[in-house]
C-alpha cells in the first residue's frame, strides 16, 4: 500500500467555523507533513511531524492546530480562518533512516479548502 | 534560500516532442529531486539525483545535475499527452524539501 489518502477531498467553511482535515498513511513512515499551496504556486511547508512528535512549524499562524495521533494519522485542525487561507493542503509522509527523511515524499491527493 | 528557480515557466509542446526545463538553485545540496502535479491533485515523485551524480534515467525521464553551476535539467522524452502536468524540482535538508516555482507543460495532441 503506497498510498497516502486525506479527507475531505473538498470543505467550504466561514471564519468562525471549526473543521479539521485527515491524513492516513500505512507505509510505516514515519516522517509526516503538512503543506499548503496555492494557484499555481509551488507547495509551502507549514508542519514536519517526526516519530509523531512536531519537529517543524514554518511560523504558521495559531488558527492552524497539526496533530499526531500515532504514527499513521495526521490531523489539521482549523479554526478562525481567513478567505486568504483558501488553498489546496497536501499531506505527505516520508521514510526516516536514523531520523533524517530518506528522500521520496509521498504525497495525498489534498483537500481543497474554501474559506468564506 | 534553498528554493529552485525553474525555467520556462511554462512550455507548450507538440506530442511527441521532448520537453526540457530547467532548475536553479541556491545553496549546496545532498540531493535534487523532481515532482509532477497534474492539476489540482497530489505531487508524484519522478526521481531523485544525488549531488555526486551527474546523470540519472528513468524509463523517459533524463535528469542532469551540475552541482558547479547550482542547476539540474528533466528531460521528457517522446512526450504524450497524459504528461501534461506542472513538474517542480524540489531541493533541501532532513526533512525540510523547498519546491521551485515550476514548469508548467502542455503536451498538444
Known amino acids: 500500500d503506497t498510498e497516502v489518502t486525506q479527507t475531505p477531498k473538498h470543505l467550504v467553511m466561514g471564519m468562525t467555523n471549526k473543521k479539521s482535515l485527515k491524513c492516513e498513511q500505512h507505509m510505516g513512515h514515519r516522517a509526516m507533513y503538512w503543506y499548503k499551496q496555492k494557484a499555481k504556486k509551488p507547495p509551502e511547508l507549514m508542519f514536519v511531524?517526526?516519530?509523531?512528535?512536531?519537529?517543524i512549524n514554518e511560523s504558521v499562524p495559531s488558527r492552524f492546530s497539526p496533530e499526531c495521533p500515532n504514527s499513521s494519522l495526521l490531523n489539521l485542525h482549523l479554526h478562525a480562518l481567513q478567505p486568504e487561507d483558501s488553498a489546496l493542503y497536501l499531506c505527505?509522509?516520508?521514510?526516516?533512516?536514523?531520523?533524517?527523511?530518506?528522500?521520496?515524499?509521498?504525497f495525498g491527493e489534498g483537500s481543497r479548502l474554501t474559506v468564506l | 534560500s534553498q528554493q529552485g528557480e525553474e525555467d520556462p515557466q511554462a512550455l507548450s509542446i507538440q506530442e511527441g516532442e521532448n520537453a526540457t526545463m530547467n532548475c536553479s538553485y541556491k545553496?549546496?545540496?545532498?540531493?535534487l529531486q523532481w515532482y509532477r502535479q497534474n492539476s489540482g491533485r497530489g505531487l508524484v515523485h519522478l526521481i531523485l539525483i544525488r549531488s555526486n551524480e551527474r546523470e540519472k534515467h528513468s524509463g523517459r525521464l533524463r535528469v542532469t545535475l551540475d552541482t558547479s553551476k547550482k542547476s539540474s535539467s528533466l528531460l521528457i522524452t517522446a512526450s504524450r499527452a497524459a504528461d501534461t502536468a506542472s513538474y517542480f524540482c524540489a531541493t533541501g535538508g532532513a526533512q525540510k524539501l523547498v519546491f521551485g516555482q515550476g514548469t508548467r507543460l502542455t503536451i498538444n495532441p
Open positions: 511531524y517526526s516519530y509523531e512528535k512536531l519537529s
Open positions: 505527505a509522509s516520508s521514510q526516516l533512516d536514523l531520523g533524517l527523511a530518506t528522500g521520496e515524499l509521498f
Open positions: 545553496t549546496s545540496i545532498n540531493n
